[in-house]
């Protein structure tokens, strides 16, 4: 899952279509995204660099991480920082998403409050007018692209900022816009699901064509936040998360993929306990069970089955009383009979605790 | 023994490099502000040169600095003032200005911002929780620059589940350590006061999923200037 969708990424726009967009979705159970997020972002780097790609650099949207952030996550991953501004220009929406440190530097409280920056970066100042973000990306993408044609690939690292200034319609438009801009190769975004209502998650799903989304192994029953009860799922759930058809795993300080053979995740969905004897039935022992016609069925006569219990079912009665009325003389009923047992008061009841035999005297 | 035992929260939190997030959540039932007051006392340390900007919305700073008097031997003199009602952006900016102020000053020394609590800030905002998440984003911004720590307490149990305000989940997903201070899952005993929950997601990523687990439960009893911390089961 993971290399398809780098792949996709990397391939970018069709001739024709809109720009590939992918939405990775993570929930607090499970919150790997930004992991996720950072891996997808690296493999595209390095595609970009090794000329594979069709984005020939990156916008880097930084709303909840700063820009130093990421060049950490470069460096660590032996990337060139201080040459990368030829693909890679910051966003910083972090820094100053309200325009608070200006207003404070303007009136003298503090002197700088802006930190240094490793990467090539340019600061959004105010976060709410969706519309500058976006000719600020555009801007950004078409320095690195420097000629008409070139294509640049946009990373934003989460929506769910983004929504927190912004209504969802606005915040839709722009990534619309942005997927069908000539010059987008791709999209990717994170989305933190559980933050928001439904509605956000399936309008982002809309818009891209990939959704990626991180999710506990073993899914959680309650809906309870209580952590002291389960601390071992808690903790495998920091460690590893299910990725559609893989699973991933946190190493050292990136992630890694896991290819999870169907075998494996049926076990692993069921949880059943690794036995000795098979417990499981194969696809073809499934089918084959389905085909057992049983003895006390009644099959092809168009009947709803019944299973004869011993009694008489109550609306069946009914139903034949009604039939009777209405057709009084029917093929079928003239082979019916009846047995009417009147229980003798003098029987003993069948599940007397009695003993018989009690009176024998041997 | 005080100090053998005051590890064990120690233990879980660990120690780290540069300036972190730790989320502290508590309930009606099991009240989380000894954490606080553990974090407070270890940077006011005699030894440590270490500063604390203490944003007090629930208690006056009289009373923290009671506590103080109660947990370090040598007295320690809290210079804080009242918190003005005039917005969030102006108490963002003291904050600001202080942590620079001491940045500057020689030596090298770990500033840690608390604010104890974030529910009652959210109450000073006039109950908009975008207010306080737009604050606290802007607190978490110094550690970028400054390696400023933060140490928040929260109520959990205010933010109802069925209608999860982002307040409590967003503080989740940008810490690096919750502490969670529930009662007993049984009920309440006499010789423990409830149960700590530590998830330190930091040692996670660093040490790659190693033996060291980083989700850590053990329980507690507040005595009068410290507090017992014991895994289940050991306390006699």
């Known amino acids: ?362 | 023994m005080e100090t053998a035992r005051a590890n064990l929260l120690e233990e879980a939190v660990g120690v780290s490099k540069g300036g972190r997030v730790v989320v502290v959540e508590d309930c009606v039932e099991t009240s989380g502000a000894f954490v606080l007051h553990h974090y407070l006392k270890r940077s006011l340390h005699p030894d440590s040169s270490d500063v604390v900007v203490f944003i007090a919305f629930a208690h006056p700073f009289s009373h923290y600095e009671r506590i103080l008097r109660k947990m370090v031997s040598s007295r320690l003199v809290i210079n804080g003032r009242e918190a003005r009602e005039d917005g969030l952006l102006a108490l963002y900016g003291e904050i600001e200005k202080a942590v620079e102020i001491y940045s500057s000053l020689e030596g090298s020394r770990t500033i840690t911002i608390m604010i104890d609590d974030v529910s009652l800030m959210e109450v000073a905002a006039n109950g908009s929780s975008n207010h306080v998440l737009d604050f606290l984003h802007y607190c978490y911004t110094l550690r970028a620059k400054y390696g400023c720590s933060f140490v928040t307490l929260n109520h959990e149990d205010i933010y109802s589940s069925a209608n999860m305000l982002p307040l409590i989940l967003q503080s989740e997903y940008l810490a690096d350590v919750i502490i969670k201070a529930e009662p007993l899952a049984t009920g309440l005993a006499s010789d423990v006061h409830g149960q700590l929950t530590v998830l330190n997601k930091e040692s996670v990523c660093d040490l790659g999923g190693g033996s060291i687990s980083k989700v850590r439960n053990f329980h507690f009893r507040v005595k009068e200037s410290y507090v017992d911390y014991f895994y289940p089961g050991t306390q006699t």
């Open chain 1, 1 to 362: 899952m993971a290399e398809t969708i780098c792949r996709a990424l990397r391939d970018g726009a069709f001739e024709g279509e809109h720009a590939p967009a992918l939405t990775i979705k993570d929930t607090i159970d499970t919150p790997l995204g930004s992991l996720v997020f950072n891996y997808i972002l690296t493999q595209l780097a390095s595609n970009i660099l090794a000329g594979k790609s069709q984005a020939r650099g990156v916008v880097l949207v930084a709303l909840s991480r700063p820009p130093s952030f990421y060049a950490e996550v470069l460096k660590n991953k032996g990337f060139d920082v201080t040459s990368s501004s030829k693909w890679l220009r910051v966003l910083d929406c972090y820094s100053d998403p309200l325009g608070w440190k200006n207003k404070l530097m303007e009136s003298g409280t503090v002197r700088n409050p802006y930190e240094e920056a490793v990467l090539k970066t340019s600061l959004c100042k105010n976060l709410k007018e969706l519309d500058k973000v976006l000719s600020s990306i555009v801007e950004l993408g078409k320095e690195i692209v420097e000629e008409e044609k070139g294509r640049f690939a946009v990373a934003i690292d989460s929506v769910s900022e983004v929504l927190r200034h912004s209504s969802l319609p606005s915040v839709a438009r722009i990534l619309s816009h942005l997927r069908s801009h000539d010059q987008v190769s791709c999209i990717f975004c994170l989305l933190h699901v559980d933050l928001h209502e439904v509605k956000v998650a399936a309008t982002l799903e809309y818009l891209s064509t990939m959704h990626a989304d991180v999710e506990p192994i073993i899914p959680r029953t309650n809906k309870q936040r209580s952590t002291s009860e389960d601390l071992p799922m808690v903790e495998q759930c920091f460690k590893r998360g299910k990725f559609h058809r893989e699973e991933l795993y946190v190493e050292g300080p990136g992630i890694k993929f896991v290819e999870v053979s169907s075998e494996d995740g049926i076990i692993a969905q069921s949880l059943v306990p690794k036995v000795q004897f098979n417990l499981e039935l194969s696809e073809k022992e499934r089918l084959d069970r389905a085909k057992v016609v049983l003895p006390f069925e009644h099959q092809g006569t168009g009947k709803p089955i019944q299973i004869y219990d011993g009694r008489k079912c109550l609306n069946e009665s009914e139903t034949e009383k009604q039939a009777s009325v209405d057709k009084p003389q029917t093929t079928e009923d003239s082979g019916r009979g009846e047995i009417i047992y009147f229980r003798d008061s003098d029987d003993e009841m069948p599940d007397s605790d009695e003993d018989p035999d009690d009176d024998l005297d041997i």
